[in-house]
């Protein structure tokens, strides 16, 4: 599958996978992609998970037939990326490995191999012949070692993970070949899982990398982006700077009913006055992956969950450390809980709000037992309490 002329598609599709590393579903499969650039002397970007190299070597041979690997770039390390490098070297014995410091310390940890290595620092470059290689350090996006390869001749930016997404790849490689429309929210979900806690290294990225002038895309994971690719980056721009969309997310766990008879108080009122986007998650039921994509998208966030076993509903107590460890910034909260002898939950999601810095715009609300006639007056003056600071913000 060609990218340009002389730029080929060699990745593969993991179709049977149900969690993406251990945790996250992936209904729609995922990419490892690889590229060859084919010129006088070859350069394969990346590898693909070792689980499918026989499928890898074979589209390897079909570009290069019996030419060498020169050149392995390595520009991201995690095994889905890296795994088949020792693999490569079976085939291709003379091939250099192209990586920074960090990388090639990776290498030697992982697959104890440090013979025929370039190393490479900020800015280097590397002379294919046609093609004019220039290697960009863009650290913790999301690994410390992590960089981008540019293609100065095609004007492509080979990006690791950056600007990547999950769904395995139907048939196109391109996405003016492709429709694009499921990629866009696993790209969001992919953000806010993965990528979620460094923002501001995202943004340092963005900023470095843009003065590149790179008109294609080429990422390890998702379509390569070019017709699209103005969305891509605004996509990712807007996620790092942790900006919001309007609405509300509604998250809570509940065991009998009572905690989410509260939920839906306060779903009902928000409604009324008027705000549209209100997301409801019910901890037991909802995967947290896009819990927290919802919680990337919108302004609002209101937790709500019972105590348990003298502590707070597991699936919250999860839910809150995946936000503590995003660094999820500007959102506006409030919290409501349930307990029926001794209350635990409202103070850990109090304690939680005070952690994260989120800005609380009504006193949590906390129920014994059962709704009552007060309980549903605090829970919708929470609610208004809500609508009216999102409006005020300019965002319902």
Same mark, same amino acid.
């Given at each position: 599958?060609?990218? @340009? +002329?002389?730029?080929?598609? *060699?990745?593969?599709? #993991? $179709?049977?996978?149900?969690?993406?590393?251990? &945790?996250?579903?992936?209904?729609?499969?995922?990419?490892?992609?690889?590229y060859?650039?084919?010129?006088?002397?070859?350069?394969?970007?990346?590898t693909?998970?070792?689980?499918?190299?026989?499928?890898?070597?074979?589209?390897?041979?079909?570009?290069?037939?019996?030419?060498?690997?020169?050149?392995?770039?390595?520009?991201?390390?995690?095994?889905?990326?890296?795994?088949?490098?020792?693999?490569?070297?079976?085939?291709?014995?003379?091939?250099?490995?192209?990586?920074?410091?960090?990388?090639?310390?990776?290498?030697?940890?992982?697959?104890?191999d @440090? +013979?025929?290595?370039?190393? *490479?620092?900020?800015? #280097? $470059?590397?002379?294919?012949?046609?093609?004019? &290689?220039?290697?960009?350090?863009?650290?913790?996006?999301?690994?410390?070692?992590?960089?981008?390869?540019?293609?100065?001749?095609?004007?492509?930016?080979?990006?690791?993970?950056?600007?990547?997404?999950?769904?395995?790849?139907n048939?196109?490689?391109?996405?003016?070949?492709m429709?694009?429309?499921?990629y866009?929210?696993?790209?969001?979900?992919?953000?806010?899982?993965?990528?979620?806690?460094?923002?501001?290294?995202?943004?340092?990225?963005?900023?470095?990398?843009?003065?590149?002038?790179?008109?294609?895309v080429?990422?390890?994971?998702?379509?390569?982006?070019?017709?699209?690719?103005?969305?891509?980056?605004?996509?990712?721009?807007?996620?790092?700077?942790?900006?919001?969309?309007?609405?509300v997310?509604?998250?809570?766990?509940?065991?009998?009913?009572?905690?989410?008879?509260?939920?839906?108080?306060?779903?009902?009122?928000l409604?009324?006055?008027?705000?549209?986007?209100?997301?409801?998650?019910?901890?037991?039921?909802?995967?947290?992956?896009?819990?927290?994509?919802?919680?990337?998208?919108?302004?609002?966030?209101?937790?709500?969950?019972?105590t348990?076993?003298?502590?707070?509903?597991?699936?919250?107590?999860?839910?809150?450390?995946?936000?503590?460890?995003?660094?999820?910034?500007?959102?506006?909260?409030?919290?409501?809980?349930?307990?029926?002898?001794?209350?635990?939950?409202?103070?850990?999601?109090?304690?939680?709000?005070?952690?994260?810095?989120?800005?609380?715009?009504?006193?949590?609300?906390?129920?014994?037992?059962?709704?009552?006639?007060?309980?549903?007056?605090?829970?919708?003056?929470?609610?208004?309490?809500?609508?009216?600071?999102?409006?005020?913000?300019?965002?319902?």
């Open positions: 599958m060609k990218i @340009t +002329d002389t730029i080929h598609y *060699v990745g593969v599709n #993991d $179709r049977n996978k149900y969690l993406f590393e251990g &945790l996250w579903p992936i209904p729609y499969g995922v990419s490892y992609n690889s060859i650039i084919d010129d006088e002397r070859t350069a394969l970007i990346d693909v998970d070792s689980s499918f190299f026989d499928r890898f070597i074979v589209k390897v041979r079909e570009v290069l037939g019996d030419r060498p690997v020169d050149y392995l770039v390595i520009n991201h390390m995690e095994p889905d990326h890296s795994g088949s490098i020792k693999l490569v070297k079976a085939f291709y014995p003379d091939v250099v490995i192209v990586g920074n410091k960090q990388t090639l310390s990776m290498v030697q940890g992982y697959y104890g @440090t +013979d025929a290595v370039l190393e *490479v620092k900020d800015g #280097d $470059r590397l002379d294919l012949g046609h093609h004019k &290689l220039s290697f960009h350090l863009i650290p913790m996006v999301h690994w410390p070692e992590t960089m981008a390869t540019y293609d100065a001749t095609e004007r492509v930016l080979f990006s690791g993970d950056a600007f990547g997404c999950f769904g395995a790849l048939g196109a490689v391109l996405d003016a070949g429709n694009t429309d499921i866009y929210g696993e790209m969001e979900r992919y953000y806010s899982c993965i990528v979620g806690k460094y923002g501001p290294q995202v943004q340092r990225a963005l900023c470095k990398l843009s003065p590149l002038g790179f008109e294609t080429c990422p390890t994971h998702g379509p390569v982006w070019k017709d699209e690719l103005a969305k891509v980056v605004s996509i990712y721009d807007r996620l790092s700077k942790y900006e919001s969309c309007e609405g997310v509604i998250a809570y766990g509940t065991m009998y009913g009572h905690t989410e008879d509260m939920a839906e108080v306060i779903a009902e009122t409604a009324s006055e008027g705000i549209k986007n209100i997301v409801m998650h019910n901890l037991s039921k909802s995967d947290q992956s896009y819990v927290l994509t919802d919680i990337f998208r919108y302004r609002g966030l209101i937790l709500g969950a019972p348990y076993n003298g502590g707070i509903y597991p699936q919250m107590e999860a839910l809150m450390s995946k936000l503590e460890m995003r660094c999820l910034k500007n959102r506006l909260f409030a919290a409501f809980g349930s307990f029926t002898w001794a209350g635990q939950a409202v103070k850990h999601l109090d304690a939680f709000a005070a952690k994260t810095g989120y800005e609380v715009v009504a006193p949590s609300v906390e129920m014994k037992q059962a709704m009552s006639a007060a309980t549903r007056e605090q829970c919708i003056a929470l609610a208004k309490a809500m609508a009216e600071r999102l409006k005020n913000t300019g965002l319902k």
